[in-house]
């Protein structure tokens, strides 16, 4: 083989090992993120099909609304 074929060779080795690197770095970062937008699209889908905005957790409208009344004005 002549020079020119062997250093050809090598670059294009170099050529595909570094596609091959990204492309599974890429997919490792995805994969990681996955958790992430898998729960994004739950809270999505919730908010976007709820019926009623609802109070957040742990304030006093929570109670009022699970027992059904109100609390008195102070």
Do not use: C, F, N, Y
Not at 5 to 13: D, F, M, P, Q, S
Not at 54 to 70: C, D, Y
């Amino acid at each position: 083989m002549s020079r020119k074929r062997v250093v050809i060779g090598a670059v294009l080795v170099g050529v595909v090992w570094s596609t091959a690197m990204a492309a599974l770095g890429q997919l490792s970062a995805v994969s990681a993120l996955l958790p992430s937008l898998g729960l994004l699209v739950q809270q999505s889908l919730t908010a976007l099909t709820s019926p009623e905005p609802r109070p957040p957790a742990g304030s006093s409208q929570t109670a009022a609304v699970h027992s059904g009344r109100e609390e008195p004005p102070r």
